[in-house]
């Protein structure tokens, strides 16, 4: 069985300023992926981000970018020029290739970002 | 992206009574899942759906609490049934679209 653990229940940074949220996973499968999603307070979640395990190259998205340590099991993201818009509940989660596609989550990181 | 709607937004029942709720996607898509999200909590996978097959249930989740129809490629719906205050959450549909999830925006059901 897959595990995600998110280690910052909350986090805080001010407006321009970048973070860091992180995110440790446990598996034995080789062929996985790994995802970043947010859900603000319209509780609508949204994805931020995917990982490929097989891809060594770091994902980004605009200031959104992850650093992935396979090796390590670890999938951090980096949020740049944080926004106000960026205040939410953040998810890493994990999926198997070929396994149902069934999407395992991490606790959340409650991010809020400060004027 | 899909675009998913779910109906109702929000509800609030009383204890023993059933709500079904609808998941409907802009596009035809093989497999659709049925997430529940505890008060605070983090998302729990109930079942998957797909269409023409019976759902598929996790792990302390079952059929007749959870009762789950998927008539077409486009459509589900997951009913609770025989509702009690620990029912109370956000249950949310979510598509596979190549090997990514969107999700759609959640039914908050209160349980009292």
């Known amino acids: 069985a897959q595990t995600v653990t998110q280690s910052q229940p909350e986090m805080s940074v001010q407006e321009a300023e970048t973070v860091t949220l992180s995110c440790t996973y446990d598996t034995s499968e080789s062929n996985y992926y790994l995802f970043w999603y947010k859900q603000p307070p319209s509780r609508q979640m949204i994805l931020v981000i995917r990982q490929e395990a097989y891809k060594q190259q770091n994902a980004t998205e605009n200031r959104f970018s992850v650093n992935f340590q396979k090796a390590a099991k670890s999938f951090s993201l980096k949020i740049s020029d944080s926004q106000l818009g960026d205040t939410a509940m953040y998810f890493c989660a994990f999926m198997v290739d070929n396994a149902g596609n069934m999407l395992t989550f991490g606790g959340g990181t409650r991010l809020m970002v400060k004027p | 992206s899909a675009v998913i709607s779910q109906k109702p937004s929000r509800d609030i029942c009383q204890r023993g009574t059933s709500l079904t709720i609808q998941c409907q996607v802009d596009s035809q898509v093989t497999m659709m899942f049925w997430y529940r999200q505890q008060p605070g909590q983090s998302l729990t996978l109930i079942a998957t759906?797909?269409?023409?097959?019976?759902?598929?249930?996790e792990s302390g989740f079952v059929i007749d609490k959870f009762p789950i129809s998927r008539p077409n490629l486009t459509f589900s719906t997951l009913t609770v049934s025989n509702m009690s205050p620990e029912d109370s959450s956000i249950y949310l549909c979510?598509?596979?679209?190549?090997?990514?999830?969107?999700f759609g925006p959640g039914t908050r059901l209160t349980v009292t």
């Open positions: 759906a797909n269409q023409g097959s019976e759902a598929t249930y």
């Open positions: 979510s598509v596979q679209q190549g090997y990514e999830q969107y």
